[in-house]
């Protein structure tokens, strides 16, 4: 199917993060509405310190996906991903201060989304999940209480002991537009991206996954490349689906997952040694009840990162235009 197929379809991408980013960048180029659910419990880098210092929203999900998004110059795509690397500002992304000055200048972050969307002249819509200030807490089950999504991040223990239970404080309320975008979609993309801090979180803001199972949407799951140690040791995809299904409420969501079967190079496994190993698709994959498309996803090159970064970042990532293909071929 050529770039032209599937006029008019709505297809919501629900998660955070680099995942997202990547799924948006590859289904930009294809004719569907796109409308991008965005976490809200990030509270780590620049994006955390945003928060700390003026009371806004977490800025730096949302500013990935607008920059997917976006048919701006090349130039306003740099300008939104530019790290400072010096002074008071150093680790900020420039897209991050923006959104956030938006937001007070005007008042709501949705009317920030919405200025910054123009601006950057992107192809469809970034909805964040919640419009409540909230924080993520983990509760593991040796009684270790985990306060903000970056100490989950930090924290390498949390497949020893295990997770009991994963909730937003203080309660928060789902955006409507959320949950009129997964009323009204043709199909709904769940990940990738780290399962306990940029893909679960939407779920826990209250409606978000009974819409989801409401929606007479094709729902898809794509299933992260690697593992991450400490968090997903030795989860394979059915694991992570289990997980999944557990945080939205309904077992058996997902009408088809897609999965990575390329093994990455030797090399790239070696610099990648101290974060995780690749997930794999083992036979009890095949008696789930959903369809199972496993295929070649890895993009060829090593994942580059900004030096000007605080943050770790993924190393080995999805080809969004490999991904984009075999979503829009599961549409119709």
């Known amino acids: 199917m050529d770039k032209s197929g599937s006029i008019h379809k709505k297809i919501v991408v629900i998660g955070g ?8 960048s590859g289904l930009k180029h294809y004719h569907a509405e796109l409308t991008a659910i965005v976490t809200m419990a990030d509270n780590g880098g620049s994006t955390g310190r945003l928060r700390d210092e003026f009371g806004v929203l977490p800025p730096g999900d949302l500013r990935q996906c607008l920059v997917a998004l976006s048919d701006a110059d090349q130039v306003m795509r740099k300008l939104f991903n530019y790290r400072f690397d010096r002074g008071e500002l150093k680790g900020h992304a420039f897209g991050n201060i923006f ?11 949705d009317k920030a989304l919405d200025v910054a969307g123009r601006i950057l002249n992107i192809r469809g819509r970034v909805i ?14 040796n009684g270790k209480v985990l306060y903000g999504e970056s100490a ?25 537009k959320a949950l009129r975008a997964l009323k009204e979609a043709d199909l709904v993309i769940v990940g990738p991206g780290n399962l306990y ?3 679960i979180p939407n779920f826990l803001a209250p409606g978000v996954g009974s819409a989801l199972a409401s929606s007479k949407a094709k729902k898809i799951y794509v299933a992260n490349l690697m593992n991450k140690n400490g968090h997903t040791d030795d989860f394979r995809v059915s694991d992570y689906v289990r997980v999944l299904e557990g945080a939205i409420g309904k077992r058996g969501i997902f009408d088809a997952v897609v999965y990575n079967t390329k093994k990455p190079a030797q090399s790239l496994l070696r610099k990648y040694a101290d974060e995780g190993e690749p997930v794999t698709c083992g036979p009890e994959c095949f008696k789930g009840d959903f369809e199972l498309i496993g295929t070649n996803l890895l993009a060829d090159d090593l994942a580059k990162t900004a030096k000007k970064d605080m943050l770790r970042r993924t190393l080995i990532r999805h080809d969004p235009d490999k991904l984009a293909k075999v979503l829009m071929g599961l549409v119709d």
Do not use: M, W
């Open 152 to 176: 989950l991040s930090d924290y390498q223990l949390v497949s020893r002991f295990g997770v009991e239970k994963i909730f937003l404080t203080p309660k928060a309320k789902a955006n409507p």
């Open 99 to 109: 959104i956030s000055t938006l937001e007070k200048v005007t008042g709501s972050l």
């Open 17 to 24: 993060g680099t995942g997202t980013f990547t799924v948006l």
């Open 128 to 141: 964040p999940v919640t419009l409540s200030k909230v924080g993520l807490v983990v509760r593991l089950k």
């Open 197 to 199: 801090a940029s893909l």
